[in-house]
């Protein structure tokens, strides 16, 4: 598996048109619509929750049930107020990058359809010292509009969504760039694992629930709620985490991880440590090249979610190395994209029917 190529042309479609549409933390459901008919073909069955979590369910009958989970939100701004001469002022919605925002061109998201506007800023020549540097104080939208009025004429108010309109490209044909890889190149993964095992007649002796989970962004939200509602066995979570390669990162803090060197395993608290063993024996088994993450007292994703939920359910997590975390340019090997499906894809052909990870028996 992981010296094929994975990633066809109509799923690298696929990828291209569901990074490029919004779906800002709360307001997934456009992307989840995307994200369900691609992976429609794969399933059994599925379910959505009140919040809008979507889970494909293969082996629905089994009582024996693992998770293979992705988040499907990205961070965004919320209309925060609107200035008597048409300025918008914002809220973070998730962990948006407020440095990152001066001239950058921006959707408001609207009942009457969405609405351009660019994130202004004073000239070089204009600005004194201590205003250099962008502050959710000083950032604002411009809409091109000269009063209050105007701007609510278009259907803006507050509690409006705003979302970055940068769109995915490749670079050097093989690193995908974007903004919302956090973690849509997820969902985009445990898809592919799904197409997979259709197309290989792979029969599981087990239920497998493929997750793409909402509101991560602002605290594992999404994922809690399905736990509680699933009570899986075992979870295999998906999400990015940093390549330390380039200029400004300290590997000291933030370890020494690369780009294109394939999937990352956590360790911590919170990974169930038979798990782990397993999917590093199912990579060396298969010769997926992986690095290693210690985590520490929380790995910051849905793993740790599902780890503690119900009675403690045996959970991992397998993290793809990203450039520019929270930025419009989110950067990742395609490499990396395929040692992750093949990984999760291994690995779940390694479990056994009903297989106990509890280090006492």
């Known amino acids: 598996m992981a010296k094929k190529k994975i990633i066809t042309k109509n799923s690298e479609s696929f990828l291209r048109t569901y990074l490029n549409n919004p779906s800002p933390t709360g307001f997934e459901t456009e992307g989840q619509k995307l994200w369900l008919s691609y992976i429609s073909p794969y399933l059994d069955e599925y379910f959505v929750d009140t919040y809008g979590s979507v889970v494909g369910v293969i082996n629905p009958k089994k009582n024996y049930k693992v998770v293979i989970e992705a988040h499907a939100d990205e961070i965004s701004y919320f209309v925060h107020y609107i200035t008597k001469d048409g300025f918008i002022y914002l809220r973070k919605n998730g962990g948006s990058d407020h440095q990152i925002a ?7 998201h609207t009942e009457k359809g969405l609405v351009k506007a660019v ?9 004194r010292p201590k205003e250099e540097s962008p502050t959710l104080k000083n950032i604002f939208l411009d809409c091109g509009c000269s009063s209050k009025l105007e701007v609510e004429k278009l259907g803006i108010h507050v ?7 940068d769109e995915f490209m490749i670079l050097n044909k ?13 969902g985009f993964m445990i898809a592919e694992v799904a197409r997979l095992l259709k ?31 699933i009570k899986p066995n075992v979870a295999i979570v998906t999400d990015v985490c940093h390549d330390t390669q380039t200029p400004m990162v300290n590997k000291i803090a933030q370890g020494d991880l690369k780009m294109g060197s394939g999937p990352v395993l956590s360790y911590g608290p ?64 395609k490499n990396d994209v395929e040692h992750v499906i093949s990984l999760i894809y291994e690995t779940l052909l390694s479990l056994k029917k009903d297989q106990d990870f509890r280090y006492l028996k």
């Open 199 to 229: 197309e290989n007649d792979v029969v599981l002796p087990f239920g497998l629930y493929i997750v793409n989970a909402v509101q991560e962004e602002v605290g594992l939200r999404g994922a809690q709620m399905v736990a509680e509602r």
């Open 119 to 127: 994130f202004g800023w004073p000239a070089i020549h204009t600005r």
């Open 174 to 186: 093989n690193k995908y760039v974007g903004r919302a890889l956090d973690n849509r190149i997820g």
């Open 270 to 333: 919170a990974v169930q440590n038979n798990l782990l063993k397993q999917v590093i024996q199912t990579a060396e088994k298969n010769r997926i090249p992986f690095q290693r993450l210690a985590a520490s007292r929380a790995t910051g994703t849905d793993t740790d979610v599902f780890a503690y939920s119900n009675e403690g359910v045996a959970s991992c997590l397998i993290s793809l190395p990203l450039r520019y975390m929270h930025t419009t340019v989110e950067t990742v090997h």
């Open 102 to 108: 001066p001239s950058k061109r921006v959707n408001i």
């Open 159 to 165: 509690g409006c969504v705003v979302t970055y309109e």
